[in-house]
């Protein structure tokens, strides 16, 4: 199986900041690779996909890059409502999720 | 835009089964593979299986094999994930989602 390891597990951060989350793949999934936010009681949402495609209806304020094992979610400039958990989601091989990043208020 | 309408929420007892519905509305089921991906405080997210297009069938993750199946209805546009032998630790949410949009959960409950 592909392992995802993202980090941090937690980050605090202020509205305006410059976020960044890193997620590693245990082998290369080229560029397979996903970015999901997660409200509570939510569903995922689809932000990025394929590592830098914005999804639509995705501020441009998110953006991702980074291809085979190393993977980076950018977001500029934090808005309230981006408060929430990251996870990365790989589909080289099945789907494999990280553990998960919790963006909390500082 | 595509929306994945999943079943309400079971609550079930060890060793009984559940059965979990996923409809399409706004495309055809056709068109889509569908995914289950199940979601606990423990495991985090996990990805249960799937149809896969290459192959032209359901695969399931191994830690499932034997008690899962996945099925589809496309004259419904509606897909079926039905888990058996339920334990305790099977107590999740279950979403079906497809490579772009995610159904809105069950939550499945398995109590004495």
């Known amino acids: 199986d592909i392992q995802m390891t993202q980090s941090p597990s937690t980050l605090s951060a202020s509205v305006g900041d410059r976020v960044t989350i890193t997620c590693r793949a245990s082998?290369?999934?080229?560029?397979?690779l996903a970015w999901l936010q997660q409200k509570p009681g939510k569903a995922p949402r689809l932000l990025i996909y394929?590592?830098?495609n914005l999804e639509s209806g995705v501020p441009s304020r998110f953006s991702g890059s980074g291809s085979g094992t190393e993977f980076t979610l950018t977001i500029n400039s934090l808005q309230p409502e981006d408060f929430a958990t990251y996870y990365c989601?790989?589909?080289?091989?099945?789907?494999?999720f990280g553990q998960g990043t919790k963006v909390e208020v500082k | 835009q595509v929306q994945l309408v999943q079943s309400g929420a079971e609550v079930k007892k060890p060793g009984a089964s559940v059965k979990v519905s996923c409809t399409v509305y706004?495309?055809?089921?056709?068109?889509?593979?569908m995914y289950w991906v199940r979601q606990t405080p423990g495991r985090g997210l996990e990805w249960m299986g799937g149809?896969?297009?290459?192959?032209?069938?359901?695969i399931y993750a191994q830690r499932f094999q034997g008690r899962i199946t996945m099925t589809e209805d496309t004259s419904r546009d509606t897909a079926y994930m039905e888990l058996n032998s339920l334990r305790s630790e099977d107590t999740a949410v279950y979403f079906c989602?497809?490579?772009?949009?995610w159904g809105q959960g069950t939550l499945v409950t398995v109590s004495s």
């Open positions: 989602a497809t490579a772009y949009y």
């Open positions: 706004d495309y055809t089921l056709t068109e889509l593979s």
């Open positions: 149809f896969d297009p290459e192959e032209s069938k359901f």
């Open positions: 082998q290369t999934i080229d560029n397979w």
């Open positions: 394929k590592a830098s």
């Open positions: 989601q790989q589909s080289k091989r099945d789907w494999t």
